[in-house]
């Protein structure tokens, strides 16, 4: 798990974790779940929530979907000026830690407020 606070973030309340089958359940009968139409991939990998649903779809724009894509098994939470970004259930070996490192960086920079939706 990598946890960020910072003054540069500006975040909706959001959780995003991988779909699983009762998410899928979930959303039949009306539970939140953000999906974006012109993100297929994105939204059947992830399972969206927030409570001020424009301002996190601002948030996950073109850049950050496309990026995200490729990254199953992650989970994020935010809120205001903190960040979670971490993967359930999974132990990073000591040789994949950097590499996670990488990722979870990456996604603080797409995140941050002075990377404005575009």
Known sequence: MI????ADLQLPQFAMRPENLFHKLGSLVGFQDIDFKSHPAFSSTF?????????????FREEVLK??????????????RQLVYYRTSTRIAPEQARHFMEE????FSLMRSENPPV
């Open 47 to 59: 399972h969206l929530q927030g409570e001020d649903e424009p301002s996190v779809r601002q948030l």
């Open 3 to 6: 946890y960020f606070e910072s």
């Open 104 to 107: 979870g960086f990456n996604v």
């Open 67 to 80: 990026h995200l894509e490729g990254q199953a098994g992650i989970c994020m939470e935010g809120k205001q």
